[in-house]
T-cell receptor, first 112, second 113 residues
Framework: DVKVTQSSRYLVKRTGEKVFLECVQD?????MFWYRQDPGLGLRLIYF???????EKGDIPEGYSVSREKKERFSLILESASTNQTSMYLC???????????FGDGTRLSIL | DQQVKQNSPSLSVQEGRISILNCDYT??????FLWYKKYPAEGPTFLIS?????DKNEDGRFTVFLNKSAKHLSLHIVPSQPGDSAVYFC????????????FGTGTSLTVIP
């Protein structure tokens, strides 16, 4: 069974801080994704990575960056956290283009 | 602008009856559609998918129907069970390389025993 693990379930940070959200998958998946989920907006894609050190912007990349130094790990970075980045963040991975995504349990991030 | 819409935020159904969850999309270039189920405090889990070249896919109690001319997708659950109570998201794949997914806002299904 695929396991996608997000390092924190809940996180509270202050405005202006640099925030790291970590995601690890154990199934050697090529593709990894970061989404945020907000009420009334569904899941929106921030960034995805189709291979190590490769990344592409999603729909809402502003204020975020990502890092994928190893195949199993995909990090989301909030360069200077702002209150409008308070949200639920979900990481996902998939084996290939015709395979479904497998999601982690999410990190609820609050920026004060 | 939402390219995938789930217009019913919630749905209640009696145990044993059929649950029908609906989803509409706007982009005719979407080529692959999925349904996910989400319990509280957990991430979404994949339920069933359908390619745009098909109009129906069935997996046990779950059937997904695709009407491309209407740009409409539906998920049927028969018979509904209390354990099916969850939030259901539909998603559509688009973009170059099949890496962009667009999600609906979810429908909360309650199956009443």
């Amino acid at each position: 069974d695929v396991k996608v693990t997000q390092s924190s379930r809940y996180l509270v940070k202050r405005t202006g801080e640099k925030v790291f959200l970590e995601c690890v998958q154990d199934m050697d998946h090529e593709n990894m994704f970061w989404y945020r989920q907000d009420p009334g907006l569904g899941l929106r894609l921030i960034y995805f990575s189709y291979d190590v050190k490769m990344k592409e912007k999603g729909d809402i990349p502003e204020g975020y960056s990502v890092s994928r130094e190893k195949k199993e790990r995909f990090s989301l970075i909030l360069e200077s956290a702002s209150t409008n980045q308070t949200s639920m963040y979900l990481c996902a991975s998939r084996l290939g283009v015709d395979q479904p995504q497998h999601f982690g349990d999410g990190t609820r991030l609050s920026i004060l | 602008d939402q390219q995938v819409k789930q217009n019913s935020p919630s749905l209640s159904v009696q145990e044993g009856r059929i649950s029908i969850l609906n989803c509409d999309y706007t982009n005719s270039m979407f080529d692959y559609f999925l349904w996910y189920k989400k319990y509280p405090a957990e991430g979404p889990t994949f339920l069933i998918s359908i390619s745009s070249i098909k109009d129906k896919n069935e997996d046990g109690r779950f059937t997904v129907f695709l009407n491309k001319s209407a740009k409409h997708l539906s998920l049927h659950i028969v018979p509904s069970q209390p354990g099916d109570s969850a939030v259901y998201f539909c998603a559509a794949r688009g973009g170059p390389g099949g890496n962009q997914f667009y999600f609906g806002t979810g429908t909360s299904l309650t199956v009443i025993p």
